[in-house]
């Protein structure tokens, strides 16, 4: 059993010894026109796959340009606190708006970009299992390398997503582009409807629950009225029947004990009474304006949600605005103080919603036209002539193993 162990042994290291370079370049030159024809086709084939399957990537850079959703008038100063852009909270909301297929939908009838070039293309894009959200990614101002960096760390007000990151690729370097453009307009126009239309909705609620409120404030003020203009003719009747007690001091203090009670002089409690019901009058009055301020906000906000009903774009919401305020004061008196202020308030809410939303959001940087495919020539010509190189070897030496085999089988 030994003998036959070291013979065999034996075998294997003179068939080690047998082996040399010679006998491996010895194949490869034989079959030199087998592996060039082999190499070239994958080359070609990758070179022609590459062609049909190339795509230009391009890429843009939205910036907001304030803070969303706008902050107007008296509260200018939460612009300082609430920071610029959108805050976390706020951004997963608007993401899984502009996120859904049927909003996409919505948008491109409403543009009529239907027949567009790519349109097709981003409408697989929202059906597939990542969605939109691969192609549009938030900018925060403080990465997580950054915050491990920093000395203190962001609060959620500093670290609002201060922009939006898009790309998107395509066989077509012009509708690469087109597209990263397209997705920034429909993105900021996703977030103007968003806001719009929660915020029209909200203020037209709002507005009957502020007019209720003041007509029975108004109604309570106006039963104090009475209530003093009473008190204040008995007042009047009590001075004139004890004309001495006009002259009693002021300044007596009101005081009441078991056994005894003080009261002010009559001509005093009148003159108090006459101030409290002057208050009551002056609350009536402001009431009253505020009223009349609140019906014609009202008036504005039931037309603005009808125009709400009829389109589903932020910016034709948005631009829709200015008209529906000057059908709403259409025959009103501006010279009123009271109307021209309510028409100001909304002429300027209005502008300001239209110089961020519009103006001041907007690419600064890209979209980009692409020049260069991806992958590159050169690195798909590499990979393919490593991969033929390599294919055409394994050929040829499982080519030589197989006949080598069926000689000794037959043998």
């Not at 690729?169 to 087109?178: G, K, L, R, Y």
């Not at 078991?258 to 402001?286: C, G, K, M, W």
Request: proline letters at 3%; charged letters at 25%; aromatic letters at 10%.
């Amino acid at each position: 059993m030994q003998e036959q162990l070291d013979s065999n042994t034996h075998d294997y290291e003179a068939l080690g010894d047998e082996i040399s370079l010679l006998d491996i370049v010895k194949p490869l030159w034989q079959s030199r026109w087998l592996i060039i024809f082999v190499t070239l086709s994958v080359v070609a084939c990758g070179l022609a796959g590459s062609l049909y399957f190339k795509s230009y990537k391009s890429d843009g850079f939205l910036q907001f340009g304030g803070a969303i959703p706008a902050v107007s008038g008296k509260d200018k100063d939460k612009d300082k606190v609430h920071g610029p852009g959108i805050s976390l909270s706020d951004y997963k909301s608007i993401s899984a708006f502009f996120s859904s297929s049927d909003r996409f939908d919505d948008f491109v009838q409403e543009k009529q970009l239907r027949s567009n070039v790519g349109v097709d293309n981003l409408y697989k894009v929202f059906q597939s299992p990542s969605g939109i959200t691969k192609l549009i990614q938030p900018v925060y101002p403080f990465t997580k390398l950054d915050a491990r960096e920093l000395m203190e760390q962001p609060n959620d007000n500093s670290n609002n997503a201060i922009g939006l990151s898009i790309s998107y690729s395509n066989q077509s370097p012009e509708t690469a582009q087109q597209m990263v453009g397209l997705l920034g307009r429909y993105v900021m126009d996703s977030i103007i409807y968003k806001i719009y239309s929660n915020d029209l909705q909200f203020k037209h609620s709002e507005m009957l629950v502020k007019m209720d409120k003041l007509n029975n404030d108004i109604i309570a003020n106006k039963e104090l009225l009475d209530k003093y203009r009473r008190t204040n003719a008995d007042l009047k009747k009590i001075v004139a029947r004890y004309p001495a007690s006009s002259r009693q001091a002021s300044t007596q203090v009101f005081s009441v004990t078991d056994d005894s009670a003080r009261y002010l002089a009559p001509i005093t409690l009148l003159a108090a009474n006459e101030v409290q019901a002057s208050a009551a009058n002056e609350s009536i009055r402001q009431d009253e304006r505020d009223l009349r301020k609140s019906a014609l906000l009202q008036e504005y906000y039931d037309a603005a949600k009808v125009l709400l009903d009829k389109t589903k774009s932020g910016e034709t919401l948005l631009r829709g605005l200015q008209s529906v305020k000057t059908n709403v004061f259409k025959g009103k008196n501006l010279d009123d103080d009271l109307i021209k202020e309510v028409y100001n308030k909304i002429s300027i809410d209005n502008q300001q919603a239209i110089d961020l939303y519009l103006d001041k959001c907007h690419f600064i940087a890209g979209p980009t036209l692409p020049i260069y495919s991806t992958p590159s020539k050169r690195a798909v010509l590499l990979v393919s002539l490593v991969l033929g190189l390599f294919l055409s070897v394994l050929l040829v030496f499982s080519r030589n193993w197989l006949r080598d085999n069926w000689l000794r089988v037959t043998d």
